[in-house]
C-alpha cells in the first residue's frame, strides 16, 4: 500500500472499501448480531475478494480490516461468554428456589439500620474531632461558615471524604452541636 491514500495499482482505497463491507461490519458489531459473526465474515471476505482480486491485493488495499475482523471475533467470543454464564447463573437461581431457598438477604431492614447507624456514628466523631478547631478558628475571628471554611483549607484539614472545605460542610459538622450538645457527643 503507497502512503498517499491509493493502492499500488492506484485505485483510490475508498474505491475499494465500498460502503457495503463497511455497513456489514458495523451491523456485525452490534450485541443482538455477534452470534452471526462468522459467517458474515466468511461473506465479506468472499465479496472482497471477488471485488479486489487476490487475498495479496486485499491485505495491501485494506489493512486495518483484518484487525477489525480479529476484534470482531474476540467480541463474538466475548458475547458467547456471556450468554453462558447468565444461562448458569439463571439455572443455578431456579435450581436454589426450586430447593425452597430464599434468596436474596432475609434481614434487609435489620442490615439497613445497621448500615444507617454505622454511618451517623461515624459521622458523629468525625464532627466531634473537627469541633475543637473549628471553635479554634471561630475565637480567632472567623464569623461565617464560609470564612471557617477558608482557614479549614488554609490549615489543610481534609473533610470527612478527603475533599475541600465548603460553608455546607461546615454547616452539617456545626448542626449537631449547636444547642450546646457537644458533651452528649463521643
Do not use: C, Y
Not at 444461562?87 to 448500615?115: I, M, W, Y
Request: proline share 5%.
Amino acid at each position: 500500500m503507497a502512503q498517499n491514500g491509493f493502492r499500488m495499482d492506484g485505485t483510490p482505497h475508498e474505491k475499494v472499501l465500498d460502503k457495503g463491507v463497511v455497513s456489514k461490519l458495523e451491523e456485525i458489531m452490534k450485541p443482538e448480531n455477534l452470534p452471526r459473526v462468522p459467517g458474515v465474515v466468511r461473506e465479506a471476505d468472499a465479496e472482497r475478494e471477488a471485488r479486489v482480486g487476490s487475498t495479496d491485493h486485499r491485505v495491501q488495499a485494506l489493512p486495518g480490516l483484518r484487525q477489525a475482523e480479529g476484534s470482531v471475533h474476540i467480541l463474538a467470543v466475548a458475547q458467547h461468554e456471556r450468554e453462558m454464564i447468565s444461562e448458569r447463573t439463571k439455572a443455578a437461581l431456579k435450581a436454589a428456589r426450586a430447593r425452597g431457598t430464599r434468596l436474596g438477604n432475609p434481614r434487609l431492614d435489620e442490615a439497613a439500620k445497621r448500615g444507617t447507624a454505622a454511618l451517623k456514628a461515624n459521622a458523629k466523631r468525625f464532627a466531634a474531632n473537627v469541633l475543637p478547631i473549628i471553635r479554634e478558628i471561630e475565637k480567632a475571628g472567623a464569623a461565617s461558615l464560609n470564612a471557617i471554611a477558608a482557614k479549614l483549607n488554609e490549615r489543610n484539614v481534609p473533610t470527612a471524604r478527603g475533599g475541600r472545605w465548603t460553608h455546607v460542610q461546615v454547616g452539617a459538622v456545626l448542626r449537631p452541636f449547636a444547642d450546646g450538645a457537644a458533651s452528649a457527643i463521643v
